[in-house]
């Protein structure tokens, strides 16, 4: 069963969890949100004036924020200040920076989706000292959402216009691998990514209202479905959260609210590095 765990949102599209107790999530204006899951209250941090996909979170508690209006990654410090992070490189300059995830050495890899049915999306990775490149351009079906694995050895990636989940290879010298397709997903248009620490994958869908789980046997499965779309309208992004991470908090960008439903196994842990330093130039 899918319960409310805050109303009044502007059509959250991402959510992430911080340890400390909080959720964080993002509005259509560019809006910041923290939410204190059992309070039901919540406060607006800052904005970007634009519009916040992905979110992620440092060890200080900092948000790292898509914005493709302004075809930038901000970061919001807990108390609202923001600082540009990246814009892309040179040569390639973000477009629709979408989703964030971190490694466990800092590394902050950035979808940026390109535009839809271009085939121009790409995989940025900004180093702990804050040089960005272009990581990948193997998955450019407007490349979503992301999800490292618990052995660190891939980095799962979203292609929302394939549609499906691909994976690529993160090497020994961190560049990338040759990606390779996990699952196939036609009719729908998957967004987001959560893994559990069984190594189900979460996909969250922009449409139809659903979240599927992918097993380690290549099993697809429903998980949650609204054919109505008020519970779960566009659940565009997942996150485990709760003292246990036994909490799927789901992110509905056609709603005003965030959701939560209970699960059995816990979600795997994100990463919370270091702040990443500012002083880097892009590549």
Not at 105 to 131: A, H, K, M, Q
Not at 156 to 185: F, K
């Amino acid at each position: 069963m899918i319960r409310h765990v805050i109303d009044g949102l502007d059509h959250p599209e991402c959510v992430t969890w911080d340890p400390r107790g909080f959720l964080y999530a993002g509005g259509e204006a560019g809006q910041l949100y923290r939410i204190s899951p059992d309070s039901g209250a919540f406060e607006q941090l800052c904005t970007t004036e634009g519009w916040i996909l992905g979110i992620c979170l440092d060890c200080d508690g900092n948000a790292y924020l898509c914005d493709p209006t302004n075809h930038a990654l901000f970061r919001a410090s807990r108390t609202g200040e923001l600082e540009l992070v990246s814009n892309g490189t040179k040569e390639r300059p973000m477009q629709i920076p979408n989703f964030a995830v971190f490694d466990s050495n800092g590394n902050l890899y950035v979808s940026d989706s390109g535009t839809w049915d271009s085939v121009s999306g790409c995989v940025f990775r900004i180093t702990p000292e804050g040089v960005t490149t272009v990581w990948s351009s193997g998955t450019p079906n407007f490349t979503n959402g992301l999800a490292v694995d618990a052995s660190e050895q891939y980095l799962y990636v979203v292609e929302s216009t394939l549609p499906g989940v691909s994976r690529i290879p993160i090497n020994s010298d961190g560049s990338a691998g040759v990606p390779e397709i996990v699952v196939s997903m036609p009719r729908t248009v998957p967004d987001g990514i959560a893994f559990n620490i069984d190594g189900t994958l979460y996909i969250a869908c922009y449409r139809p209202d659903c979240i599927y789980t992918l097993d380690l046997d290549g099993q697809l499965e429903v998980f949650a479905e609204d054919y109505q779309g008020t519970e779960i309208g566009a659940p565009t992004n997942v996150a485990f959260g709760g003292n246990d991470l036994k909490t799927l908090f789901i992110a509905s960008l056609a709603r005003w609210h965030v959701g939560a439903m209970d699960v059995n196994i816990a979600g795997l842990p994100l990463h919370y590095p270091n702040p990443i330093s500012l002083m880097g130039e892009n590549s």
